[in-house]
């Protein structure tokens, strides 16, 4: 009797982030943001690791709360080119982002898991 061969389960095919910069509309200025995230709130709240890391110096508007959740005026931190760390597993827009996730935007600015920030 043979015993079945396990199928290996596939890995997701996820673009580097020069592949995502390359389909991004002709003159988008790229964002200076490079942070990283370890949880985000029920309400959508991202809380970040390095406050220093993530500001684009006079775009960027940041509160602190207790607890040390920063949160933006509007979505600033959510431009093309921006790049986000996952540290712990979070949840954004609905979708589960597990620890060392990398994300940046795609052209339509939605978020998009990358392979590398290469």
Known sequence: MLTPTPVPTPTPAYPTYSEVVSTYPAGVELSCTDAEVSDVTPDGEFVFI??????CAGLSRVTVTAGGTFTFSG?????YGAKITIIN???IDGKTYQAGAMLT???????IQV???K
Do not use: I, P, Q, R
Request: aromatic share 12%; charged share 30%.
């Open 50 to 55: 390095d406050s220093t890391k993530l500001l």
């Open 75 to 79: 979505d600033n931190y959510k431009t």
């Open 89 to 91: 597993t979070v949840t």
């Open 105 to 111: 935007v795609d052209k339509d600015l939605n978020w």
């Open 115 to 117: 392979l590398s920030w």
